[in-house]
């Protein structure tokens, strides 16, 4: 296979000091620098949603619990979900995108560097906004589902639900801004010779997501604003004695509910097929059909929605229909899965911590899809819907596939962003921990569910056959929490003090392993013109194979500024961070609608003029000085 002809090896002998101060960091607009924003916010939300889990599962560990209330449970309930789902998973999965996408296409910056700030600072603004409350026990407590009318005014009378309201919506802005930005980047500042047949499978995963989000997430939007409207403002969108379908916010809810497992899954599954050719020395088998199954999967997770309403008599047609799609759907995943296993078939296998974690989402995932399939059948879905079955189902999906995978992610690129290796012996202490732990969690939960366990519950009797299954499922998760401390101190403790890495300790074939590590803030010297899928491997021909810098050569090679190179970069700028703070002041207002509605009025309208000014200093601020 060709390769890429790239710049020369560093020679410059002076450079200037990268700003590291907090202003840097609030005005930057540089995709590390945010992805980085993003894998510390992310981590941390994972850690909060962990410790609600353990409050939960501390609760459930024998009968009749009395660690929480029924209405803490409620809240911690609604808010673990919520955590994990969009202020974790989905989250870590956006610091891979800022982190990865540009390297791995050959680009300098995302297209919209202030749109990419912007998108990280509504994020964590909404993250704050949703938490907050629990520490005053007026967290959402309506379940991360929110079922309407359940949700509305009559039946949640307090101001829990308004924050997970208000909150998604935020989120929503930030996402919405992060998929635009994306997609334009990856149709347009590809280097020259990088075909879409030629990227990366990890970006052509969160290509895919991009779309996902764009299309999804105005679908919950539009639900969240008729609830909004119903809290608020007194409307009946979802007001059954008034004639509204008891079934509407169901089906909004799902449409988007369904996109957004593969909104979940599909950056881990992009993340693994990194990691597996790297480690097993092989480029990945059946590039091609890896790709089109990504693609399926995103089209066909429209039309699998109501099978999470099975339940609700939708009639004979319409539970075939969605039976079918849903069927449908495990060929592309289960093809992914035999090319994974193909990929290491006869290959030189490497077992890295990434590796391992790689490996066990492929086991874990099957898991996770076999009970899924599982639930395909409707008169089957009857009897285990609502049960700690289905708990069992998605936490294999969602754990042993979007966390396995994404921690694979993180310790493959840790090294590239962070200049540091991570420690193997503290990573396999992390893995079979968090391993043996996941599996200890929720593996029994198969079991508690098919004996009519029901989910949502806060305490369960003592004599129906639970309790054994409940203890081993709060023990496994100690075991994991366990694990997840050991990898808190591996990153911290490597960060500042792991061993030197050199551009490409892995041996990678992909173009951010061409580059330093850390990756200076322009990211290629010269933009690369690329010639194969893996221009890392195989060099024939006497092409000029990228230059790979060991640590000795960088720190004797002293990396040059852009200044020095006559790059142009884009400007840091403290508005994203304002524009953002104003739409957080808007909708807060929103809050103080009920009690006090010219105070609610007075703090619309200060977001809006925030909102409104730091939009017009943002586009009248030159991104760029020219030289």
């Known amino acids: 296979m060709a390769t890429i002809v790239a710049a020369p090896p560093y020679t410059q002998t002076q450079t200037a000091p990268s700003p590291y101060g907090i202003w840097s960091w609030l005005t930057t607009v540089d995709h590390k620098r945010i992805g980085v924003l993003y894998l510390v916010s992310s981590l941390f939300f994972f850690v909060f949603g962990g410790i609600e889990a353990g409050l939960l599962r501390a609760q459930l560990a024998v009968p009749n619990g009395q660690v929480l209330s029924a209405a803490m449970y409620n809240q911690l309930f609604t808010m673990h979900g919520t955590t994990m789902i969009f202020l974790a998973v989905m989250p870590l999965s956006a610091a891979f995108f800022n982190l990865l996408i540009p390297l791995q296409i050959g680009a300098r910056d995302v297209a919209f560097p202030r749109l990419n700030a912007f998108s990280y600072w509504v994020y964590l603004l909404g993250a704050l906004f949703i938490t907050f409350p629990i520490f005053f026990q007026i967290a959402p407590d309506g379940g991360w589902f929110g079922y309407a009318p359940l949700s509305t005014k009559a ?23 992060a998929a635009f930005n994306f997609i334009t980047t990856i149709i347009n500042m590809r280097a020259p010779g990088m075909s879409l047949m030629r990227m990366p499978v990890f970006t052509w995963m969160s290509f895919v997501v991009q779309f996902l989000v764009a299309l999804a997430f105005p679908v919950i939007t539009i639900a969240l604003i008729f609830l909004q409207f119903d809290r608020f403002f007194g409307t009946n969108f979802y007001t059954i004695a008034k004639g509204a379908d008891p079934l509407l916010w169901q089906h909004l809810f799902w449409v988007f509910g369904h996109p957004e497992v593969y909104i979940l899954i599909l950056p881990a599954f992009g993340l693994v097929s990194e990691v597996l050719p790297t480690f097993s020395r092989k480029p990945l088998f059946g590039y091609p059909v890896m790709v089109y199954s990504g693609i399926l999967i995103g089209f066909l997770g429209f039309g699998v929605w109501a099978h999470h309403m099975f339940s609700v008599g939708m009639g004979a047609i319409a539970d075939a229909v969605f039976s079918l799609t849903t069927m449908l759907i495990a060929i592309p995943t289960g093809v992914k899965i035999f090319n994974w296993i193909a990929t290491m078939w006869g290959g030189q296998l490497r077992f890295t911590v990434a590796m391992k974690f790689a ?25 285990q819907t609502d049960t700690y079955f289905v708990v069992a189902h998605f936490h294999y999906v969602l754990v042993g596939g979007s966390m396995f995978g994404l921690f694979a992610g993180l310790y493959y690129y840790f090294p590239k962003f962070s200049g540091r290796m991570l420690s193997e012996k503290l990573g396999n202490w992390h893995f079979w921990l968090f391993f043996i732990g996941m599996n200890l969690t929720f593996f029994p939960m198969h079991f508690s569910g098919l004996l009519g366990m029901p989910r949502r519950i ?40 792991g061993a030197r890495a050199s551009s490409n300790p892995w041996g990678g074939a992909t173009l951010e392993w061409s580059i330093p590590s850390p990756p200076p803030d322009y990211n290629f010297a010269e933009v690369p013109t690329v010639k194969s899928r893996y221009p890392l491997w195989n060099v024939k021909g006497g092409e000029q194979l990228v230059h790979e ?37 808007m909708f ?32 009248l601020t030159p991104l760029e000085d020219h030289h």
């Open 588 to 619: 807060s207002g929103l809050l103080f609608m009920e009690a006090n509605a010219k105070l609610a009025i007075a703090i619309n309208i200060t977001g809006a003029i925030l909102w409104i000014g730091a939009l017009y200093k943002w586009l």
């Open 155 to 177: 039946y949640s009378p307090q101001i829990n639900m308004d924050f997970w309201v208000l909150g998604l919506q935020i989120l929503g802005i930030s996402s919405l801004a």
């Open 359 to 383: 490996i066990a989402l492929v086991g874990m995932f099957v898991v996770g899809g076999i009970s899924g399939v599982m639930h395909s059948s409707p008169p089957a879905d009857l009897q």
């Open 549 to 585: 810098t060991t640590w000795e050569e960088e720190k004797n090679n002293i990396i040059p500024t852009s200044q020095q190179l006559g790059i142009v970069m884009p400007n840091p700028s403290i508005w994203p961070l304002v524009c953002a703070t104003g739409i957080l002041v």
């Open 458 to 497: 806060y305490r369960y009797d003592a004599g129906q056959g639970l309790e054994l299954f409940n203890m081993l499922s709060t023990i496994g998760y100690a075991v994991q929490a366990l694990g997840v401390a050991i990898a808190a101190v591996n990153m911290w403790t490597s960060w500042r003090n």
